[in-house]
């Protein structure tokens, strides 16, 4: 049986168990013999050569020497200009039967270098699809796919191919493959988002947005990919319209413009100056003025916590304004109007201060004070961000009246805010609506009670709380007597 098997050693060599050879002594005179017939002009002669010597390697299961004429004939063609000869050799050699890996590696490598030699963008297509053809579905030359992948992206986006370019960087997955560049792999998912929101694919742009993680792009090295990115969450969130998520992408881009670290040539040389830097403060804070509330909803855990943190530091009679659903908004304010460039943008340190004090802001003074913001880009761009603006003074009005009145006449309200009746009670349903403020209004009486209620969840919870604070207290009081005892009898066996 096993005679029959080992009979044909050829058949063996290609089995499972392979013998390796030697053939590199071999291999060297077939490459110093196929120059020699590139010199004279004979190609197809030295192709022929190296071909030959490359099915004795491969069947022999020597790699080196395999790898080293696989390239020498890529090579060859390449210096040949040979075009369409070296697609057909390198589709050839890379289905060779028993091919190696490691060969087919050195065949793409080597053949890559051809795309940027080619002399007509026709050539140039024509040489990245047909390597993207031999190279798809083999993960041991995922790298050179997909960079073939972007560059003929690149090509058909200059040719006015918007749709297919994007399809083509959609299906790319770059976040897989182990021997990329971190900056690489950023710069190819950067381009999948702006690709995505060219053409208006929000979807698909949020979930490639989603393969950048906050934590690995916050690194000094990749500070300008970082701003990149937050540039790109702006145009998206813009089309939301989500004046608080555009405010925390100003934010990020703030935070990191100051660093010591910051390379402006990083991102072709903005924010090299101290106001253009001051200018992305200015947008941190005109998005935060514009955003509601409860832009951002967390989770019930994280809220409380802020809302307790951010209570700790108010006055005890200023507590009522803070609202679970608030926080976010109100602890960057707070953090901005500690911020010591704010000095340098005194208009806006104003408004900060408006925000953040519990009193009312006449409208009518407020838009003459600060007529000048209209000017700025937020407002250019988009002139009924005013208007929002105005929603944002009256949401603050009325709260701050929640927090000092129980109790309060509809007409009394209006005349407190500056609007009809009418206006105001939509106003303060919607509110209400939105968990902005606690309120209830007595049509019949035109009477609003602000008073805060607790739900049935809230009022079980409170009486837990007090219960597990008594037993506490009633633990901890047990233990203080027991220990008194102790010491009691102590001294009274000393003295005996």
């Avoid at 005679?3 to 060297?28: H, P």
């Avoid at 699809?129 to 560059?151: D, F």
């Avoid at 988009?382 to 949401?395: D, H, M, S």
């Amino acid at each position: 049986f096993f005679s029959i098997i080992m009979a044909d050693e050829r058949e063996w060599k290609l089995g499972t168990y392979r013998v390796e050879e030697d053939y590199s002594k071999q291999t060297a005179e077939v490459i110093e013999k196929a120059n020699e017939f590139f010199k004279d002009g004979k190609v197809q002669e030295a192709i022929d050569t190296l071909i030959s010597m490359e099915k004795t390697t491969r069947l022999g299961g020597d790699t080196k020497s395999t790898q080293k004429l696989a390239k020498e004939v890529v090579k060859m063609l390449i210096d040949a200009k040979d075009w369409e000869l070296l697609m057909e050799q390198s589709e050839l050699l890379m289905k060779k039967r028993s091919q190696m890996k490691q060969v087919q590696s050195v065949i793409v490598q080597e053949a890559v270098r051809s795309v940027e030699l080619a002399p007509t963008k026709e050539v140039k297509i024509q040489l990245i699809e047909k390597l993207r053809s031999i190279c798809e579905g083999k993960i041991h030359v995922e790298l050179e796919y997909a960079r073939l992948t972007v560059q003929l992206a690149d090509i058909w986006d200059k040719d006015g191919k918007l749709k297919e370019a994007t399809s083509l960087m959609q299906g790319l997955q770059v976040e897989t493959i182990g021997n990329m560049d971190k900056k690489e792999k950023f710069d190819i998912i950067l381009q999948q988002v702006e690709m995505s929101l060219r053409m208006e694919d929000y979807t698909v742009a949020n979930i490639m947005a989603k393969k950048i993680p906050q934590r690995t792009i916050d690194k000094p090295d990749t500070m300008g990919h970082k701003i990149r990115f937050h540039t790109l969450l702006i145009r998206y969130f813009t089309h939301f319209e989500n004046n608080y998520m555009i405010c925390k992408q100003y934010n990020e881009i703030y935070n990191t413009v100051f660093k010591p670290e910051f390379k402006p040539e990083e991102v072709d040389g903005k924010y090299s100056t101290t106001e253009e830097k001051l200018e992305v403060l200015q947008y941190v804070l005109m998005f935060l003025f514009l955003s509601a509330y409860n832009s951002v909803p967390e989770t019930i855990e994280e809220e409380v916590k802020a809302a307790k943190a951010l209570a700790d530091k108010q006055k005890p009679e200023d507590r009522k304004v803070v609202d679970i659903n608030s926080n976010e908004k109100l602890s960057l304010l707070n953090t901005l109007q500690a911020d010591k460039r704010l000095e340098e943008l005194p208009e806006f340190k104003a408004m900060v201060k408006h925000f953040t004090s519990l009193e009312l802001i006449s409208w009518a003074d407020f838009s003459g004070r600060f007529a000048k913001m209209k000017t700025l880009g937020p407002f250019q761009e988009k002139p009924e961000r005013w208007e929002t603006l105005q929603k944002r003074v009256i949401e603050h009005n009325i709260r701050v009246i929640a927090a000092y009145y129980k109790r309060l006449h509809l007409s009394r309200l209006s005349e407190l805010i500056g609007m009809p009746s009418e206006e105001t009670e939509d106003f303060l349903c919607q509110m209400v609506s939105d968990k902005l403020v606690s309120a209830k209004i007595n049509r019949m009486d035109g009477i609003i009670d602000f008073t805060q209620h607790t739900n049935t969840a809230q009022q079980l919870n409170k009486w837990a709380d007090g219960v597990n604070e008594v037993l506490n207290l009633m633990g901890t009081t047990c233990h203080l007597i027991t220990k008194e005892q102790m010491v009691h009898k102590g001294k009274g066996k000393a003295k005996a």
